[in-house]
């Protein structure tokens, strides 16, 4: 892999104002990938792929074990279960909305990633050990929603059009969501880990679709298909991006992966692209601390594919934004939460643990890769509830090197991804107060900091806390629909749950996330409000407005 290294020091608040406020009005990067029309070839899949993101299809073998998935809801407003698994995750979110036209279809968002601690994490004392980002979130993101009539609820959809919303009269258009993710440094390879590397945060384009229709009968072969592409310098996946075709390549950086560094100032731009022949969304992102840029376009010519919901075969498709505005009824007609424009944590997947037991076996193409399948040490002193988690899988210890292919891993850990579930005990480091609490590192990692979100130059007049975490807090029996049994912090020996501050750094207002006080907490873990009608069985505040500090 060539590593591309940093350029200058990191830039102080006062240029990271600049240099952030230049990106807003920045274009997008010359695309040098090619693009058409979709074409009406069926690809039938191979044997290994993404035709289900959770791992569980019974027709195909995973190409990478351990994806981060949307949380979809049951027909009955309730769990979703895939082949018999529960699938939840815990996703805590700031929802951005705007009736301005084009604010559905064209966001600009400019951040600096956070800076790790000086220290290595350690395992020792739950609530007062170090931490490093890849222990708290396994994937930041950022979202929007794309057309897909072949994804729930099955129907016409036409890009860019409000029309498409679900509505009283109509469960709304077919439809993917995409999921723009961050990949913190630190516990590599990312083939079956976290990670790129040690040092560099990578991202990749991520489009779930749902094979279900409006009664929830679902494709077992094929119930959660997913396109996956790296951000690269040149455009062009490593591998094939599709649900069909997916393989190791596809989940292996290679030599045109943007990599960024911790603490430099990126611009991400997520639009609807001219390409030749039609649109497709594209996602560019601008390092403005070494000068790179990477871009990735959901097209047919880049490989992307939708799913047939019977045959589980791909045709080539270039998927564009759904919607035109962001306004509120614009949202996923499938997932638990009103999600469209969404700043995003996926937390609740990494356990610290002193030793790991219970060895086996991950096998993809030419890689083998030794895992482990439970943690032990403080975080996790007993035997896993089976009603809960089976296991911790994937853990890996301190210093594994996975065969040689990647650094020394920072701490032993789990990730607790397998079997598509995350940490439905809350024991893990993401539930004690180990995160963020300043903007500069210290025992933990330095906050995001996150300049308000725009569309072609107007700021996101409205906002609305959320998480999903309702669907995962089996273990006080949390009734999605009326909201019984629905706790925050939830149930857990950390008694923590992470949460958005807005405040002004250096003169300048900025998003922050994890346990900031130096702003408006909106009133901490209130913020995400409760589990109710409307809610779509996730927590949900009020939509308010944003206030830029």
């Known amino acids: 892999m060539r590593l ?109 990633l956070p800076v790790e601690p000086p220290q290595l994490p350690t395992a020792n004392h739950p609530g007062s050990d170090t931490t490093h980002t890849f222990e708290l979130t396994i994937a930041p993101w950022i979202s929007t929603d794309v057309c897909d009539p072949n994804s729930t609820p099955m129907l016409p959809c036409t890009p860019e059009s409000d029309a498409n919303a679900p509505s009283a009269s109509s469960p709304g258009a077919g439809a993917g969501f995409v999921e723009l993710q961050f990949y913190a440094p630190g516990f590599a390879p990312f083939a079956d880990n976290i990670s790129c590397d040690n040092t560099h945060w990578c991202s990749a384009l991520n489009i779930d679709s749902l094979e279900c229709d409006v009664n929830g009968n679902c494709n077992p072969n094929c119930t959660e298909p997913v396109n ?30 943007l990599l960024m ?69 614009n949202i996923i007609p499938w997932g638990i939460g009103p999600y469209m424009i969404n700043d995003q944590f996926e937390i609740g997947h990494f356990e610290p643990c002193q030793a790991v037991v219970s060895k086996a076996i991950f096998t993809e193409g030419n890689f083998s890769d030794t895992y482990y399948q439970y943690c032990r040490g403080p975080y996790d002193t007993a035997s896993e509830d089976p009603n809960l988690e089976a296991e911790d899988a994937p853990c890996y210890k301190f ?39 300043s903007t500069v590192p210290d025992r933990f990692p330095s906050t995001f900091l996150q300049l308000q979100p725009r569309s072609n130059g107007h700021r996101y007049p ?35 749950y992470p949460y958005f501050t807005q405040a002004k750094v250096g003169g300048v207002c900025f998003w922050e996330f994890g346990n900031m006080r130096n702003g408006n907490t909106f009133d901490g873990d209130a913020q995400y409000g409760s589990v109710g009608t409307g809610t779509l069985g996730a927590f949900a505040g009020p939509i308010r407005s944003n206030p830029n500090c």
């Open 462 to 496: 409205q906002i609305q806390f959320m998480t999903d975490a309702s669907a995962t807090e089996f273990n006080t029996n949390c009734d999605l629909n009326s909201g019984s049994g629905c706790v925050l912090p939830p149930k857990g020996p950390g008694n923590f």
């Open 4 to 112: 591309h290294r940093r350029a200058g020091r990191r830039p102080a608040l006062s240029v990271l104002f600049v240099s952030a406020t230049f990106g807003l009005g920045l274009t997008a990067a010359v695309s040098t990938t090619t693009a058409a029309h979709a074409s009406t070839a069926n690809v039938r899949p191979n044997k290994v792929g993404e035709l289900d993101c959770n791992g569980v299809s019974r027709a195909q073998k995973p190409a990478k074990p351990s994806l981060q998935c949307v949380d979809p809801r049951g027909s009955d407003g309730g769990r979703f279960e895939d082949n018999g698994h529960y699938i939840g995750h815990d996703e805590p979110s700031v929802r951005f909305l705007s009736s301005q036209p084009g604010s559905g279809n064209d966001t600009t968002m400019t951040e600096r």
């Open 228 to 257: 996956f592409a790296f951000v690269q310098t040149n455009g062009v996946p490593p591998g094939p991006p599709s649900p069909q075709e997916s393989d190791l390549a596809s989940f292996t950086p290679n030599g045109h992966t």
């Open 261 to 329: 560094n911790p603490g430099d100032v990126i611009t991400i731009h997520m639009f609807n692209a001219a390409i030749p022949g039609g649109h497709a969304l594209e996602v560019t992102e601008t390092d403005h601390t070494t000068g790179q840029t990477g871009f990735m376009i959901a097209s047919a010519a880049n490989g992307f594919m939708n799913t047939d919901p019977t045959t589980c075969a791909g045709t080539p498709f270039n998927f564009q934004p759904e919607y035109n505005t962001a306004r509120a009824q």
């Open 399 to 437: 210093g594994d090197t996975h065969g040689g292919t990647a650094a020394p891993n920072l701490v032993t850990g789990c990730d607790v991804t397998f079997g598509a579930i995350g940490d439905l005990d809350y024991d893990g480091t993401p539930y004690y107060a180990d995160w963020p609490d």
